[in-house]
């Protein structure tokens, strides 16, 4: 008897022919499955989701008669938030599963030409086998289902991927309009709606809106939503989408053309920006260094020229050195001079280290362990026992590890002062990188599910003796940006970030100088200045432009415009003092103009970014989480001048100095230089 499977005298024995039938079964089915999901997933995009927007209008336009009805803010939220979940969930099942669908039918297809091979080639003794529907002409019938079922599909994924409703027009900022604005309610809106919150009581339809009187005040051209100028917000227009349905509360009294308020043009936000001048606040001595998060400025500009654009880590091109580090950590390297500080740890040990950048060698390791610490908190392996960067004036280093262990050591590894700030009351642990302004150290420790919990402060100490200095309650929940120092029309500020307060204090007694409600959610981004405005940014709430010169609550007057699209949910901000440039943890970079607000451009990258991004002249290095960095052109366009891997995986920000960069990998250190 012929052993050979392809030549076997019987399909019924060959276990070649078996498994070519039990996958041409398996993906009959799978596909069946999968066009069925892009079916339901098609009508559910068509015709569920642009419900959501309209009924958002009508929770607005309640809104605007209830600004202090909390329940309906809460419901505002959770509904932008499900409208913008549903609508990239439709669009990922649209294009992954027709890459699915397309795949199963080719190997359906192989399969099914695989038998018909068989069946021309062997004799078919067994009569059972004969009868079988995949081994009679019926196949060629098959193949042309087969082929049908790609161009359903196909079909189906392009009615998702090509959608322009109201969903669509909603999630790109297309559907709010800032032609009108209410009154300004008595209380703030909620940091989601700051836009959006205001709107007239009767929403217009098209023939309203091209007919009705514009107010004397109102601008000839108001721009969209996505980054128009603030000082209130946006009704809806004609020019908003055609398929939006218009909504007349009857219970509600519209508010006159008369009673309302014009909302500025770009060039009206620029009033008196020429008088705000910004600068970071940091002695000269460390722009050459890359000592705190982001570098000496904390928003990742670095000074330097003649950083490398080229190298492969897995080529062993432009690599100096390579080190293996001994426990895991997302804390950032910083360098002063020829030492590198980072920090590693787990649930037995915290270790702040440091390495040679001449050589990659460790110079020495300080195993922490703060007195009064008995306690270890539950911390996600997303952050694990060293996420916090340290930070260095040249003299001293000092580290902070979720466990509220504070150390400060000398540039021997000496401790020269440590404190226990206490198991904070955070699930990711104290997380806040440090900060150091004017000779303090200082600590941003929100904690607790919001502001009633009171358990939030920022404090103050001696860098040099570690005595605590000031400290000033938050009124915030939990959150995990880290503070920066900017000098605003030469006066220092601090610039903190939480849910739902911008807040700035004086470095000098711990005031507070002025406060801007107008972030939500988990706030993780760093503040950043661009211009003439402080920049936040959050995912589910927006980015905002203030003016930093006010004192007490700016909410109403401070902000100078707001956008929506492309908010980080870790990643910071970056500004090259003309653009902002944002970036998720899913790889969307988006662009805008600073001082109009305005979106210049989007981009979707292939692999996800957890590092913070860095301006080096006139380009953006972006490293992704395998280990990639991508090298931008900062501009009015996309523009990718470079890609370079360094061979592992990665999620610190690098660290930038001595024209090398540092880069901390899942598992070892890379320096990368000429």
Not at 198 to 203: D, K, L
Not at 313 to 319: C, H
Request: with cysteine; aromatic share 8%; proline share 8%.
């Amino acid at each position: 008897m012929n052993s050979d499977p392809v030549h076997s005298n019987s399909p019924h024995n060959n276990p070649w022919m078996i498994a070519a039938y039990r996958t041409a079964r398996a993906m009959e089915i799978f596909c069946v499955l999968m066009l069925a999901i892009l079916l339901a997933n098609s009508i559910r995009a068509r015709i569920n989701d642009p419900n959501n927007p309209v009924k958002l209008e009508n929770l607005l336009v309640q809104l605007s008669q209830n600004p202090k009805d909390e329940n309906l803010k809460k419901e505002i939220r959770q509904l932008d938030v499900t409208i913008r979940k549903n609508y990239f969930r439709s669009q990922f099942i649209a294009k992954y599963g027709l890459y699915l669908l397309i795949g199963a039918l080719v190997i359906y297809l192989l399969s099914l030409e695989y038998l018909r091979s068989g069946t021309k080639s062997t004799p078919l003794p067994n009569v059972n086998i004969a009868k079988e529907p995949w081994l009679n002409p019926a196949l060629s019938r098959r193949s042309i289902y087969a082929l049908g079922g790609i161009m359903g599909g196909v079909l189906l994924s392009l009615i998702v991927l090509s959608r322009h409703d109201v969903t669509y027009a909603y999630i790109h900022n297309d559907l709010f309009t800032a032609s009108n604005t209410a009154s300004a309610p008595a209380s703030p809106p909620p940091p989601m709606v700051q836009q959006l919150a205001s709107t007239p009581a009767t929403i217009p339809t098209a023939s309203t809106v091209a007919t009705a009187p514009t107010p004397s005040n109102a601008p000839a051209n108001a721009n969209t939503a996505a980054g128009t100028p603030l000082l209130g917000a946006a009704a809806i227009t004609a020019s908003s989408s055609p398929a939006l349905r218009p909504v007349t509360p009857t219970a509600i009294t519209p508010i006159s053309p008369s009673a309302q308020t014009s909302v500025p043009t770009p060039s009206a936000a620029t009033t008196n920006v020429a008088t705000v001048s910004i600068t970071p606040a940091y002695p000269s001595d460390w722009s050459n260094q890359w000592n705190m998060f982001r570098g000496p400025s904390g928003t990742g500009i670095c000074t330097l020229s003649d950083i490398p654009l080229q190298w492969d880590g897995t080529q062993n091109q432009n690599i100096l050195w390579k080190a293996p580090i001994p426990l895991p950590g997302w804390s950032s390297p910083i360098v002063w001079k020829k030492n590198i500080f980072f920090t590693g740890g787990d649930k037995t040990q915290r270790v702040v280290y440091c390495y040679s950048l001449s050589y990659g060698s460790i110079n020495w390791q300080y195993k922490v362990h703060v007195k009064g610490c008995n306690t270890v908190p539950q911390v996600g392996d997303d952050t694990g026992f060293a996420a916090q960067t340290m930070a260095t004036d040249g003299k001293r280093v000092y580290a902070i590890f979720p466990t509220g262990e504070l150390v400060c050591l000398d540039f021997t590894g000496k401790p020269l002062w440590l404190k226990f700030l206490g198991t904070p009351d955070n699930e990711y642990g104290m997380a806040a990188s440090l900060l150091l302004c004017e000779g303090k150290l200082i600590v941003q420790s929100d904690q607790g599910s919001d502001s009633t919990d009171k358990k939030s402060s920022i404090i103050a100490f001696d860098d040099k003796t570690g005595k605590q200095l000031w400290r000033t309650p938050r009124p915030v929940g939990s959150s995990w940006a880290t503070p920066i120092a900017i000098k605003v029309n030469g006066k220092t500020e601090i610039i903190t970030a939480g849910n739902p307060w911008v807040i700035a204090y004086d470095p000098a007694t711990g005031k507070e100088i002025w406060r801007c409600e107008c972030l939500g959610g988990e706030v993780a981004p760093s503040p950043i200045f661009s211009g003439p405005f402080v920049v936040v940014s959050n995912q589910g709430a927006n980015i905002v432009a203030i003016r930093p010169t006010g004192k007490g609550d700016i909410t109403k007057t401070g902000i100078a415009w707001m956008g929506m699209d492309g908010l980080p949910d870790i990643v910071s901000p970056l500004s090259d003092g003309k653009r902002v440039y944002l970036f998720t943890t899913q790889g969307q970079i988006t662009c805008y103009d600073t001082i109009t607000g305005k979106e210049l451009w989007t981009h979707q990258m292939t692999d996800n970014i957890k590092a913070s991004p860095t301006l080096v002249g006139n380009s953006i290095y972006l490293l992704d989480t395998k280990g990639v960095m991508h090298i931008l052109a900062a501009g009015d366009q996309f523009n990718e001048t470079g890609k370079n891997p360094v061979g592992e995986r990665t999620y610190s920000s690098p660290a930038y100095v001595d024209n090398k960069i540092i880069i901390r990998g899942e598992k070892d250190l890379f320096c990368i230089g000429k």
